[in-house]
T-cell receptor
Framework: GAVVSQHPSRVICKSGTSVKIECRSL??????MFWYRQFPKKSLMLMAT?????????EQGVEKDKFLINHASLTLSTLTVTSAHPEDSSFYIC?????????????FGPGTRLLVL | AQSVTQLGSHVSVSEGALVLLRCNYS??????LFWYVQYPNQGLQLLLK??????LVKGINGFEAEFKKSETSFHLTKPSAHMSDAAEYFC???????????FGTGTRLKVLA
């Protein structure tokens, strides 16, 4: 149980275009999802917390207008990188937290590698 | 504010040897602590977690970790390393009063034949 998927797994786009990444909890409802960014050989940096039916909460330094997050249902959150530039190239990972569990465990998706040319 | 320190960004062990990956945390409230493993180009897989129950926590793949409040540590161990254990390991603590994780910088484990 507690499977999280991401789509696409890999995407290459041209500078200036927008890219949407989907994060789905497959076997549980997730009122809270998280979006992370991971630079090569680095740790995960939390970008934002996504709550179903409300606006996402962004971490300090993360541009909310550039990284649009939508959590329209209990099983789907999307991250849209708008007007992508080469410096946005990174590995983006989402996670979801089952609300019924009290241990605050997050279950992670397999990640999406974005390359902006 | 909570923080996590993982000593040793790279650890090498021989196959069959003891694995010890260190994690120290700082927290003003009783924390939840986690160890995750990441294989190349993949997401994070939960190895084990401490949630204020038993201080010795057993996880998957033969890993275990012991919560030591006096030392503010949560080191990960495995008695005998296997080649398939080669990966990046992350320790994480929940930020007090929230569901957010604070991750350590990670330790890359290399297993030598």
């Amino acid at each position: 149980g507690a499977v999280v998927s991401q789509h696409p797994s890999r995407v290459i786009c041209k500078s200036g275009t927008s890219v949407k990444i989907e994060c789905r909890s497959l076997d549980f409802q997730a009122t809270t999802m998280f979006w992370y960014r991971q630079f090569p050989k680095k740790s995960l940096m939390l970008m934002a917390t996504s709550n179903e039916g409300s606006k996402a909460t962004y971490e300090q330094g993360v541009e909310k207008d550039k990284f649009l997050i939508n959590h329209a249902s209990l099983t789907l959150s999307t991250l849209t990188v708008t007007s992508a530039h080469p410096e946005d190239s990174s590995f983006y990972i989402c996670s979801a937290r089952p609300p019924a569990r009290s241990e605050e465990t997050q279950y992670f998706g397999p990640g999406t590698r974005l390359l902006v040319l | 504010a909570q923080s996590v320190t993982q000593l040793g960004s790279h650890v090498s062990v021989s196959e069959g040897a003891l694995v010890l990956l260190r994690c120290n945390y700082s927290s003003s409230v009783p924390p939840y602590l986690f160890w995750y493993v990441q294989y190349p180009n993949q997401g994070l897989q939960l190895l084990l977690k401490y949630t204020s129950a038993a201080t010795l926590v057993k996880g998957i793949n033969g890993f275990e970790a012991e919560f030591k409040k006096s030392e503010t540590s949560f080191h990960l161990t495995k008695p005998s390393a296997h080649m398939s254990d080669a990966a990046e390991y992350f320790c994480a603590v929940t930020e007090g009063g929230t569901y957010k994780y604070i991750f350590g910088t990670g330790t890359r484990l290399k297993v030598l034949a």
